[in-house]
């Protein structure tokens, strides 16, 4: 079973401040995913990376892949309380199944 | 566009009684389908997954079953509830082919009294 470790796993910060969580892991990954899910909904997509080392940007949101495709990190800029939300990572090895983290809580206060 | 369905949104059951989810994908053909569930702490894990019509793995040994009847539904069943059986339960697709980029259901939350 790879393990995806998850820090922190609460963070809450007033709106307008930056952020970075954490997703990390002793397995490499052909792939990782980055979903958001807010209470009682299921968790949305918000981005996949393939190559190590990428940097994909999503509005405020930008994401990294580590070189060595173990890790990813998760970086908010100005954080607004529409980011509020438990942030999952899931890596894929190949073998089509996904392995998920247990998630970053990120509280934005107004 | 696709479209999943996953219901009820809530359930309530006792110990011992039985227990159908149902979750339906529109808008796809041939999808792989998944059954998770989360609970409070301890992040998603995967009970089943199919690539199709009555081919279903099962990922941990456990009080639940799933069938998959046709090509875009997916069902979860228990015969007796057991109370480590709440949780909140969530359904996802997959296209064939693209990687497993999944896109959930808006889950099932079941307390099992």
């Known amino acids: 079973t790879q393990l995806l470790e998850q820090s922190p796993q609460f963070l809450s910060i007033q709106e307008g401040e930056n952020l970075t969580v954490y997703c990390n892991s002793s397995s490499v990954f052909s792939s990782l995913q980055w979903y958001r899910q807010e209470p009682g909904e299921g968790p949305v997509l918000l981005v996949t990376v393939v190559t190590g080392g990428e940097v994909k940007k999503l509005k405020r949101l930008t994401f990294q892949f580590g070189d060595a495709r173990k890790d990813s990190s998760l970086h908010i800029t100005a954080a607004q309380p529409g980011d509020t939300g438990l942030y999952l990572c899931?890596?894929?090895?190949?073998?089509?199944?996904?392995?998920f983290g247990k998630g970053n809580q990120v509280v934005v206060i107004p | 566009s696709q479209t999943i369905h996953q219901w009820p949104a809530t359930l309530v059951q006792p110990v011992g009684s039985p227990l159908s989810l149902e979750c339906t994908v529109e808008g796809t053909s041939n999808p792989n389908l998944y059954w998770y569930r989360q609970a409070a702490g301890r992040g998603l894990q995967l009970l089943f997954y199919s690539v199709g019509i009555g081919q279903i793995s099962s990922e941990v040994p456990q009080n639940l079953s799933a069938s998959r009847p046709q090509d875009r539904q997916f069902i979860l069943s228990s015969k007796k509830l057991l109370l480590s059986d709440s949780g909140f339960y969530l359904c996802?697709?997959?296209?064939?082919?693209?990687?497993?980029?999944?896109?959930f259901g808006s889950g099932t939350q079941l307390s099992v009294l």
């Open positions: 899931a890596g894929e090895n190949g073998n089509n199944r996904l392995a």
């Open positions: 996802a697709w997959c296209p064939i082919g693209v990687g497993e980029k999944l896109f």
